[in-house]
């Protein structure tokens, strides 16, 4: 298993700023991605998080709104860039770890822009 | 593209009896993993049971089992002896094996709600 420390667990936010979630592992993990939750609604994946190089995004989630970074195997940033009141949601970070099937989560941020 | 569909948005069940959450899904591949997932109001997701699609024999994790039917694309999950930290959303969830690790495809949820 996997332990994972997601901050910051929630903000209030002004529209037009940027907020950068932090998703912290305690070993190594193989693959890391990052969903969103939006309210009263399932999660949908936002982009996976490579280490080393640019993040792979689903269709619907561009770079210049939610840009990644992975600078090792156990540490990755989601940022979400000039927010508005749409981007309300709970974001999770999720990891996959050696010879297991399942993902692992984060605690998730609750995010509310104002 | 796999999809996921819960068709019960809201259970309810009293405490110390059972329920079944409904999931169906679909695919063209023959080989993948099915999850059901809580989430408490903590946000924090937990898996509750796994099934490989290759193994006839259902997933059983104490009170918890499933009922897995590859031939009609259904997972459903049985809860015995509910309780009141059962109380939660549950999502059911697809994920291919193809590939290495691959996005997990999530249904929409169902609240449980446990009655005391």
């Known amino acids: 298993s996997a332990v994972i420390s997601q901050k910051p667990s929630r903000d209030i936010c002004q529209r037009g700023t940027s907020l950068t979630i932090q998703c912290q592992v305690d070993?190594?993990?193989?693959?890391m991605f990052w969903y969103r939750q939006q309210p009263g609604q399932s999660l949908t994946l936002i982009a996976t998080?490579?280490?080393?190089?640019?993040?792979?995004?689903e269709s619907g989630f561009v770079i210049d709104k939610f840009p990644i970074s992975r600078p090792n195997l156990t540490f990755s940033t989601l940022t979400v860039s000039n927010m508005s009141p749409e981007d309300s949601s709970i974001y999770l970070c999720?990891?996959?770890?050696?010879?297991?099937?399942?993902?692992?989560f984060g605690q998730g941020t609750r995010l509310t822009v104002v | 593209a796999q999809t996921v569909t819960q068709s019960q948005p809201e259970m309810s069940v009293q405490e110390a009896e059972t329920v079944t959450l409904s999931c169906t899904y679909d695919?063209?591949?023959?080989?993948?993993?099915l999850f059901w997932y809580k989430q408490p109001p903590s946000r924090q997701m937990i898996l509750v049971i796994r099934?490989?699609?290759?193994?006839?024999q259902n997933a059983t994790e104490n009170r918890f089992s499933v009922n897995f039917q590859k031939a009609a694309k259904s997972f459903s999950l049985k809860i015995s002896d509910s309780q009141l930290g059962d109380a939660a959303m549950y999502f059911c969830?697809?994920?291919?094996?193809?590939?290495?690790?691959?996005?997990?495809?999530f249904g929409k949820g169902t609240k449980l709600t446990v009655n005391p």
């Open positions: 099934q490989e699609a290759y193994k006839q």
């Open positions: 998080a490579n280490q080393g190089s640019e993040a792979t995004y």
């Open positions: 969830a697809y994920r291919s094996s193809w590939g290495g690790s691959e996005k997990l495809v």
């Open positions: 070993s190594q993990v193989t693959m």
């Open positions: 695919t063209s591949e023959s080989d993948y993993y």
């Open positions: 999720s990891v996959d770890v050696y010879q297991n099937t399942e993902a692992f």
